[in-house]
């Protein structure tokens, strides 16, 4: 999955073309992420991701049946261009999503539907003469690359299985558009719209039927998660007051 975001350059990596290519793994690639407020996540991590960061939707548009989709993101930061939590050149928290631990490597579609591991070529972790080689002598993937392939595929299976989630919360009219209000130690008042978070009462008032489908499928698991993190709102205000006020001294 590309994010035009993150992935500013991908390049579909060819074993002639990038033959030479090598990685600097001792490099740090999420410098890239600093400017990110927010970022999709699969399914498969709202466990992980739940004890750290906000889980909220974004409306994704519509699939090819013309069903509406959304997509789950992680939030790092309140405003625009704000990550609260890669600071000082470091990711200060426990969990970081697939995709960003993937990075500068991502999985893309072809023109004729089949999958390639792409690059993102504006990194500078990566180097013609120095770091991890990506392909041996004979052009053929090292075992690091493969590594990198396998792992990138995954989430691109767990990225279809959470378009799918998204999709059916929004068939059952689990999600409604959301606003977060708040007002700084100095008076500025804060306000962040434009996410849809699970309505509850929807939810509250919900048949035996539609419970029971919710359980098999996994999605009230997911929702659960869900209402969990929005605690963790509170946690990126107070970092986003004491950033504030480090800036101000």
Known sequence: MINPELHKKPMALDRVAHRN???RR???????????NAFFITAAEFADACKEYPILFLRAGKDEQGKELCAPVTVFGLLKGENLVYRHGRW????????LRAYPF?????????????????????????GQALFDEK????PYLE??????????VEVDRTRLAG?????MNLLQDKRFDATLPDGTPLSIDGFMAVDEERLKNLNDAEVLELQRTGLLALLHFHMASMSNISRLLEIHVEKRAGEAK
């Open 21 to 23: 290519l090598k990685i």
């Open 139 to 142: 052009g053929e993937a090292t």
């Open 92 to 99: 200060n928290a426990r969990y970081v999503p697939a995709l």
């Open 147 to 156: 590594e990198v392939r396998q792992f990138v595929e995954k989430i691109e």
């Open 167 to 171: 999709r059916k919360m929004m068939e």
């Open 26 to 36: 001792e490099m740090s690639a999420l410098d890239a992420t600093a400017h990110l």
């Open 106 to 130: 991502a999985m893309a579609p072809t023109p004729d539907k089949q999958f390639v591991v792409c690059f993102d070529e504006t990194s500078p972790v990566f180097s013609q003469t120095e």
